[in-house]
């Protein structure tokens, strides 16, 4: 008989533990289980959209925000772009061949377009180069001619070439080839008076 009564009393907590845990308080739910909530699709969608985001296109937007922040359009500030991509990156670009994260910003002329022997990898996701001539505009380069890092040892790198009027990006897969190319041109803001 007492035997009787712990089991019962033991199916009594269990099954009181799962209507709370499954949301048995009674409340009805009124939503028909064919339409969706608007937030949970939108909470879908939006982290789809982070998951689907390459290094490059993740770089990117810090170069944006970098350009916003030193007003780069307007005052040409290559040595403030170089100082707000060291401040505002928060190591979140991995190399998926090293697990390096860290940032190398770096101001070298037009030649080092070409340095396809240039290894970066270590400790590295990110190697942007800024080209700080005042003269090289990312309109007038032929990216196929970009060689910069391209080599299996620089895999997995993000690499990003800094102009006057944009910046061009690519990744470097496993074979040392460009993936993920990237031209994005800054629009020049009206001065206001």
């Given at each position: 008989m ?52 390459t ?7 810090y ?39 860290g ?8 030649s ?7 290894v970066?990898t270590v ?25 910069y ?14 102009f ?12 040392g ?15 206001e008076?």
């Amino acid at each position: 008989m007492v035997r009787v009564k712990s089991i019962l009393i033991a199916v009594i907590i269990c099954a009181v533990s799962l209507l709370s845990a499954c949301g048995g308080s009674g409340e009805e739910n009124n939503q028909s289980s064919n339409v969706l909530n608007s937030n949970s699709t939108q909470n879908t969608e939006e982290s789809k959209d982070k998951k689907e985001k390459t290094n490059a296109e993740k770089f990117l937007d810090y170069a944006i925000e970098a350009a916003y922040l030193r007003n780069f359009t307007q005052t040409g500030d290559y040595a403030g772009i170089i100082s707000s991509l060291y401040d505002i990156y928060k190591d979140d670009i991995i190399n998926p061949y090293t697990g390096g994260s860290g940032i190398y910003v770096m101001n070298r002329t037009r030649s080092c377009l070409k340095h396809d022997t240039a290894v970066r990898t270590v400790g590295l996701g990110v190697d942007c180069v800024v080209i700080d001539d005042y003269m090289t505009d990312l309109k007038e380069i032929d990216t196929n001619e970009v060689t910069y890092c391209v080599n299996p040892e620089s895999k997995g790198m993000v690499i990003a070439f800094w102009f006057k009027d944009g910046v061009y990006i690519y990744e470097v897969d496993e074979n040392g080839q460009k993936i993920n190319e990237i031209k994005h041109f800054f629009k020049k803001e009206e001065k206001e008076e």
